[in-house]
């Protein structure tokens, strides 16, 4: 049995009441969903269905916390998610994933909710995921230092690279400026 199977909801066996599920979230949902953001964490989400006029009603409430890869020195760093979500879904002929719509093979009558909680999840991570000051990976931010080039601007205001941080300019360098010099 594939873990992802315990995240599919039968819209067929859905009480008139509807229906509440709980899923905690863990590393082996997120090994699981095989994405690239997002590889481990700890996440609970709530989740009520209810049926009405033949639109079943999702509403999500998802918390916890998340790990991805720090953007400077590519170390974890944790990302506190909290967000609610509403997708809506009809039973229709054939599969059919329209934003907050979706329609659901009728004889199928089962949506596997795991992708939709990790996008929600990952909508939640800032474009730009690193570390507090001070709290990154030393020997990574240090090797780092060690291949940056300092970027000074000339009179006119223009972009100029000058040397690397050690003092020295790699020479590939001042062969592209000539053709940039040309133009």
């Known amino acids: 049995m594939n873990i ?3 995240y599919k909801i039968d819209l067929r066996q859905l009480p008139c009441e509807g229906l509440t599920y709980r899923f905690e979230l863990s590393d082996s949902f997120f090994e699981a969903i095989e994405a ?3 590889k ?3 996440v ?3 989740l009520r ?3 009405t006029a033949g639109t079943f009603m999702f509403d999500f409430k998802i918390e916890g916390v998340v790990q991805v ?7 974890n760093v944790n990302v506190t998610i909290r967000t609610e979500n509403e997708l809506k879904v009809k039973l229709g002929d054939s599969f059919v994933d329209d934003g907050d719509m979706v329609v659901v093979e009728e004889d199928d009558a089962e949506l596997n909710v795991a992708w939709y909680i990790y996008e929600f999840i990952a909508l939640q991570i800032p474009l730009v995921h690193v570390h507090k000051d001070g709290q990154c990976n030393e020997e990574m931010i240090n090797a780092l230092k060690q291949h940056l080039v300092n970027v000074s601007q000339d ?3 223009e972009a100029e690279t000058t040397e690397k941080v050690e003092g020295v300019t790699d020479p590939r360098w ?8 040309n133009n």
């Not at 001042?174 to 010099?181: A, C, M, P, R, T």
């Open 4 to 6: 992802l199977d315990r």
């Open 36 to 38: 690239t953001l997002v």
């Open 40 to 42: 481990s964490g700890n």
């Open 44 to 46: 609970i989400v709530d």
């Open 49 to 51: 269905v209810n049926e």
């Open 69 to 75: 890869p720090c953007d400077r020195c590519l170390d």
């Open 155 to 157: 009179v006119d205001g």
């Open 174 to 181: 001042n062969e592209l400026k000539k053709i940039l010099d």
